[in-house]
């Protein structure tokens, strides 16, 4: 049985006070849900005081991105030693935002991933694609090369510690939400890529998430699907409300 998540990405929003208080909503109105796990993805800023609001609640927390190296002359960046130094125990790697503004292609996201796996920072691995794309046909093919060339050398145990979330591009930030039908075709599609690739159990066992567009009047059309297995909540996880509504509409 797997177990469903909710997860904020708050991407670059909200300040120290705001950030904090946001959290500490999450942890206390949430305290006693146990069937949905809760993720958020706060600004890399403010990471660090997630620990303290954090600790010893059932909300995890991570970062949104992460450099491949351990350490070393890398102006701007943050290791994965550092992540796991303030407490996170997960990382968005390859969000559409990264693959498009910032130009990250897979080759870069394969490390990246097996540098996460190596620090145990558990990965959820975004993928999905453009409008142009889909409107092409070139559709499952696109994800199934970010599949294989983003999980490129990770064996069948190191999936148990990887959450992959499906995010069509055209379908971030813009209100407009894939139809129940439409994601539930490319999940299980996912899934079946697991099945072909590594075997049935992992294909059973992994999560995937859907995102874009989710809201609470979306949420239980998508998370009583077959093959998905929660949201990455961009906009409505910004405020406390729609965000614990996502979390009690998924139990
Ligand atoms: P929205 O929920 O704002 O569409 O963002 C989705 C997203 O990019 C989450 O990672």
Redesign the pocket.
């Known amino acids: 049985m797997r177990k469903k998540i909710i997860a904020g ?1 708050w ?1 670059m929003h909200l300040l120290a006070d705001s950030a904090l208080e946001l959290a500490r909503g999450i942890a206390e109105d949430l305290k006693d849900v146990q069937e949905v796990e809760i993720a958020i993805f706060p600004p890399s800023p403010y990471l660090i005081l997630m620990k303290e609001v954090l600790n010893g609640t059932p909300v995890k927390y991570g970062a949104q991105n992460m450099y491949f190296e351990e350490k070393g002359a890398f102006t701007g960046e943050i290791s994965p030693g550092m992540l796991k130094d303030i407490g996170c125990s997960l990382v ?1 790697i390859g ?3 990264r693959r498009k503004i910032f130009n990250e292609p897979d080759s870069l996201l394969n490390r990246k991933l097996k540098t996460a796996l190596e620090f145990q920072l558990l990965p959820y691995f ?1 993928i999905g694609e453009t409008l142009e794309e889909r409107e092409s046909g070139k559709l499952f093919k696109v994800i199934e090369t970010q599949l294989k060339e983003g999980l490129a050398g990770i064996s069948e145990k190191q999936l148990e510690s990887v959450v992959v ?1 499906y ?1 069509p591009v055209w ?4 209100g407009v939400v894939a139809t129940p039908e439409q994601a539930q075709e490319m999940h299980a599609f996912i899934r079946d890529w697991f099945r072909k690739n590594y075997s049935e159990k992992t294909a059973e066992n992994i999560r995937i998430l859907y ?4 809201k609470p009047d979306n949420i239980q059309g998508l998370i009583s699907l077959k093959d998905i297995d929660g949201g ?6 910004l405020k406390l409300e729609s965000f614990t509504q996502l979390v009690r509409y998924s139990r």
Do not use: F, M, Q, R
């Not at 379908?171 to 813009?174: F, L, P, V």
């Not at 990455?232 to 996880?237: D, E, F, H, I, T």
């Open positions: 990405n991407k968005l969000h559409s935002e975004c979330a995010e379908a971030i930030g813009t995102g874009g567009s989710i990455l909540v961009g906009g409505a996880s």
